[in-house]
């Protein structure tokens, strides 16, 4: 079946460097969707990437989708410490989400 | 708006007892979909229901789980006959009523249950 990754499991970053996760599908998306989960929280959504080769940024986070539609990526720019959280990617599967197994990012102030 | 709201937020359950958990989405949705989550672990599919209608459960567990979404009132997720392995965060999601994988799911606080 069709499965999503994501690396790094974890992430430990000092307070204002970058960050970045990388979401790999096993199969071509029609579109790739973005969620970040507070520690205790629940998930949240934060963008939907739909084009080939599609970039988007809100403020310090930049997401990409790669041209092959099966892979995404999303950039913090000078961490904070309310970035602490899971970041999760999700892809369609017929009428569902799969999501990604998940980044973990600690950030150290 | 109200969110997507679920209860209880917090469930303890003893080994053999049933676990029932809410679920009322936002104002306008029809979709649901309910996923588990384990400590540190990602989110599991369970299942997608609309009005009346399970449209697909093939991340439900054969035995011991079922779902409901009723046309009046909350869907409901029922765990018959709870083992210590069913402890885990049960998260409810709700989206408009298009193609789930393409509308952006808002989710509930989760219910986190514990069998002891």
């Known amino acids: 079946g069709q499965q999503v990754m994501q690396i790094p499991q974890y992430q430990h970053v000092q307070e204002g460097e970058d960050f970045t996760t990388y979401c790999n599908s096993s199969?071509?998306?029609?579109?790739i969707q973005w969620y970040k989960q507070r520690p205790g929280g629940h998930p949240v959504f934060l963008i939907q990437?739909?084009?080939?080769?599609e970039v988007k940024k809100q403020k310090r986070l930049t997401f990409q989708f790669g041209e092959a539609k099966k892979n995404s990526s999303l950039h913090i720019t000078a961490t904070q410490t309310t970035d602490v959280g899971t970041y999760f990617c999700a892809g369609p599967n017929t009428d569902k989400l799969i999501f990604g197994t998940g980044t973990r990012l600690q950030v150290f102030p | 708006n109200a969110g997507v709201m679920q209860n209880p937020r917090h469930l303890v359950r003893r080994r053999g007892q049933e676990a029932r958990l809410r679920c009322s989405p936002m104002?306008?949705?029809?979709?649901v979909y309910w996923y588990r989550q384990l400590p540190e672990e990602g989110l599991k599919f369970m299942v997608y229901?609309?009005?009346?209608?399970?449209?697909?459960e093939s991340g439900m567990p054969k035995e011991r789980f079922s779902a409901e979404f009723p046309k009046e009132g909350p869907s409901i997720l029922r765990i018959q006959q709870v083992v210590r392995g069913d402890s885990a965060a049960y998260f409810c999601?709700?989206?408009?009523?298009?193609?789930?994988?393409?509308?952006?799911?808002?989710f509930g606080p989760g219910t986190r249950l514990t069998v002891l």
């Open positions: 990437l739909v084009k080939s080769g």
């Open positions: 104002k306008g949705h029809s979709h």
């Open positions: 999601a709700s989206s408009l009523q298009t193609s789930g994988g393409w509308n952006e799911q808002f």
């Open positions: 199969t071509t998306l029609s579109n």
């Open positions: 229901l609309q009005k009346e209608n399970i449209i697909d």
